[in-house]
């Protein structure tokens, strides 16, 4: 088998001494050129043309530290509309950046450039990019590396190497013309056919010998895994075989440092973690797998990565690590409940104590009529039974220009009518309401927002992501919220602070984040699937009283529709 080394051990060696000279008041600028196009790709035995950042897949890593300028100069060379996400990063006043297609920006057409120009302020850990149009993130995505500034170290032993691992999902065909079939039908999109670790699938599959991740490593060292889900519609479970792993950070934010075997994390999380190769030198396999436990079916299939300790023979079959079986719950509860931030002096957790308004959101799937459809109807989703049409304007244009007639403000902050929320599979009544409504939120205003899971079609976890904001996840249970009792259990004092939260099957997630970021910003289901089924809305954040506390003008180089 061909190992494939690491050139980004190699790659942050050079990086950082180019840190040296960097002041922490007037950070570095990093420049990116990423030109989206086509490239041929073999996986599975199969070969197929996918949509690439520079040729790569997955696509460049974005290296800075925390206070860098960052101006990336994307141009789109291939068939189909595109903008980019840098997913966590909070674009303070500046959601022009952001990138959800037709929430802050029309996207590039063909031949269109746009430079992507934000302040990295505030943050540091492992954060990720990705296109955020179609379904075009099955293979446009990449890694973002936020360094700490200079003389500030880790708040953990300083790893010796470090490596990027990323997770994904492989289809055999084109995903956009699947998707598109599944949308004229009225259907499901197929499942991927295959999971993959830094674009590899791993000697488990057919044909992929050859398309294996390998991490060289020495005896006795530490080092640290910087780990994205950019898996399409999969919570993954992850695990290294003989080895415990230190979660240290999630969604680029430290938290309490604990041991486990195996790491929950759904689709648009990062989480970073330590390993220590003080095993017996040996091949052993990285492995990730799906959880669910919902009867909604999955890709199953156990993708595979290697750890190899130096002087290793490649001929030596890996040790496989047995993951958690795909529906084990009381897993997933479990390593949720440990993850808890730092809360130090210089790494608070400033979780709002006082709370000015209170939603509640109900997440249920749905059919809807579709004359068009060969099935006559089609599968909806829906936030408090309103399932969000994508406009033809991009709605930060709208807002900042008061343009009519593009959206409405009149968001319902709690469903239309309560009901037994996780009880008994509804399936009747299932139509949902659909429309371009968005939740106006004055500047500064401390929101607790509850996102209730539902048992309408079926119960099932939902990654939530909310843009411009990271959140703390205050609380989470199985079954109703009771507004009487459960506020009572909420963690005020070191919650995880995240930019995704998984809404566990069956149950409902608290969160609690101060509007103090003003913009329109997206908040949506990270499965792509119920994201396109409309499982998505917006808030409009208002403007502070001064123009430093208002949105930035937009760029001269804003793409328009």
Request: net charge positive; aromatic share 12%; proline share 9%.
């Amino acid at each position: 088998m061909k190992i494939i080394r690491n050139p980004g051990f190699l790659f942050l060696f050079f990086y950082l001494l180019g840190f040296l000279g960097d002041s922490p008041v007037d950070g570095a600028v990093k420049k990116y050129q990423f030109d989206v196009q086509m490239k041929n790709v073999s996986r599975l035995c199969n070969a197929k043309p996918i949509v690439t950042v520079n040729g790569m897949f997955p696509g460049p890593t974005v290296y800075a530290r925390e206070g860098d300028r960052v101006i990336i100069n994307v141009t789109n060379h291939v068939k189909y509309n595109l903008s980019i996400h840098w997913h966590g990063l909070k674009q303070y006043r500046n959601g022009w950046a952001d990138g959800p297609a037709y929430i802050t920006q029309c996207p590039m057409q063909t031949g269109q450039s746009y430079v992507y120009d934000f302040n990295v302020t505030g943050q540091r850990g492992t954060l990720w990019w990705h296109a955020h149009i179609l379904w075009l993130r099955a293979t446009v995505y990449g890694a973002i590396v936020i360094l700490p500034q200079p003389g500030k170290p880790y708040p953990f032993p300083q790893p010796y190497q470090e490596t990027n691992i990323i997770l994904g999902e492989w289809w055999n065909g084109d995903v956009e013309t699947a998707v598109n079939q599944a949308n004229q039908l009225g259907s499901p999109p197929p499942m991927s056919d295959a999971h993959t670790i830094n674009g590899k699938p791993g000697p488990l599959f057919p044909c992929s010998e050859k398309h294996t991740f390998v991490v060289e490593v020495e005896a006795g060292k530490t080092y640290l895994l910087r780990i994205i889900n950019a898996a399409l519609n999969d919570e993954l479970f992850f695990g290294i075989a003989g080895h415990d792993m230190t979660v240290v950070e999630i969604d680029a934010v430290y938290t309490k440092p604990f041991k486990t075997k195996f790491i929950l994390i759904g689709p648009g999380q990062t989480t970073n973690v330590l390993v220590k190769t003080d095993r017996s030198p040996n091949r052993y396999f990285m492995a990730a797998g799906p959880f669910m436990d919902a009867p909604v079916t999955v890709d199953n299939k156990t993708v595979t990565a290697i750890l190899q300790y130096k002087g290793v023979p490649n001929t030596v079959i890996p040790i496989l690590p047995k993951l958690p079986s795909p529906n084990d719950t009381s897993f997933a509860l479990d390593y949720n409940q440990k993850l808890r931030s730092l809360n130090t002096p210089n790494f608070p957790a400033l979780v709002p104590l006082k709370v000015d308004r209170r939603l509640f959101y109900t997440i249920g799937l749905g059919i809807n009529a579709c004359p068009t459809c060969v099935n006559g109807t089609n599968l909806a989703a829906s936030i408090n039974n309103i399932t969000f049409i994508m406009p033809k304007i991009a709605l930060l244009k709208a807002h900042y220009f008061n343009l009519p007639g593009v959206f409405r403000t009149d968001f319902p902050d709690r469903p239309p009518k309560a009901f037994n929320y996780t009880g008994v599979p509804l399936t009747a009544n299932l139509g949902t309401s659909t429309g371009t409504r968005l939740s106006r939120v004055k500047f500064n205003t401390t929101i607790e927002l509850v996102l209730q899971d539902t048992n309408l079609l079926t119960v099932e976890s939902h990654p939530f992501h909310l843009h411009g904001y990271n959140f703390f996840v205050v609380g989470t249970g199985v079954g109703n919220f009771d507004p009487k009792k459960d506020p009572a259990k909420f963690n005020l004092i070191d919650p995880p602070e995240r930019n995704t939260v998984g809404v566990p099957t069956g149950g409902w997630a608290a969160i609690r984040f101060r509007a103090d970021n003003p913009g329109v910003w997206f908040m949506h289901c990270h499965l792509e699937v119920h994201t396109m089924w409309g499982l998505k809305m917006a808030f409009v954040v208002e403007n502070g009283n001064t123009p430093e506390l208002s949105v930035l003008p937009p760029p001269k180089d804003y793409p328009s529709c």
